[in-house]
């Protein structure tokens, strides 16, 4: 009989009994193999929700090179937790390889209960929550990221749709930058920082308002949410 695949959140930041529910923790706990993002940053988790990290066996997932290898528990019939670095597993994440090939075996996945800085990010911002999607990353060539942003921008208005994306921390004073030369002035955009932390920042202007005073996020993390309005 085949195994059970644990899709686990972890915290933003701050302790993991902070950030999941009893029912979660307690299923994190009678867990004895892991698949993670990073075996350190695991480690401390794990030891942190209180399990002993010297009697897991965890694995690291970077790619499809070793998935069949992390696949092997789950088919013998064990039941796998799976981490990412911070928030929900498989969402920007190298997990959702895993995910996908537990489904192509027929085993069953389950979400536990925690963060995710997407859903709290749009929860706060006021924008348009009936109708989003996620943009994952923009991309990192400037011309390239501006035409992203302009194709984004139209199909928020014409949908009326939030668009939600994400950056590597340092480089989110470029997106900023880049998202003020390139929207136009009505277009609301919300920049949502250190989610679930005590030094949480959560702003929503639009691009107008933005330029008047544009802020300094540095490596803090953040997500942006975008919607271009005709009023």
């Known amino acids: 009989m085949a195994g059970i695949l644990y899709a686990i959140p972890t915290p933003l930041g701050g302790k993991a009994a902070d950030a999941l529910p009893a029912p979660a923790l307690k299923t994190v706990m009678s867990l004895r193999h892991f698949v ?24 690291e997932l970077t790619d499809e090179s070793n998935l069949q290898d992390l696949m092997k528990p789950l088919l013998e019939g064990h039941a796998v937790g799976l981490l990412s670095e911070a928030g929900c597993p498989a969402i920007a994440d190298p997990g959702a390889l895993l995910v996908e090939a537990a489904h192509q075996e027929g085993i069953r996945v389950v979400p536990l209960v925690g963060p995710s800085s997407i859903v709290l990010a749009l929860m ?23 035409k ?14 939030t668009q939600i994306f994400i ?11 880049a998202l003020l030369e390139s929207c136009a002035e009505r277009t609301h955009l919300c920049v949502a920082t250190d989610l679930s932390l005590g030094s949480e920042e ?15 996020i540095g ?13």
């Open 202 to 216: 959560i702003k929503t202007q639009s691009i107008a308002q933005w330029r008047r005073a544009r802020p300094a």
């Open 219 to 231: 490596k803090r993390p953040t997500v942006f949410l975008l919607l271009s309005v005709n009023r």
């Open 36 to 59: 993670v993002e990073n075996a350190k940053s695991a480690r401390a988790f794990l030891k942190d929700a209180g399990n002993d990290p010297k009697a897991m066996h965890i694995e």
């Open 148 to 161: 992203k942003i302009r194709e984004i921008e139209a199909r928020s208005r014409r949908e009326r749709e």
């Open 167 to 177: 950056e590597t921390p340092y480089r989110n004073d470029v997106l900023l930058g």
């Open 124 to 146: 706060a911002s006021g924008l348009e929550g009936q109708r989003f999607a996620f943009c994952g990353y923009l991309p990192r060539e400037a011309e390239e990221r501006r």
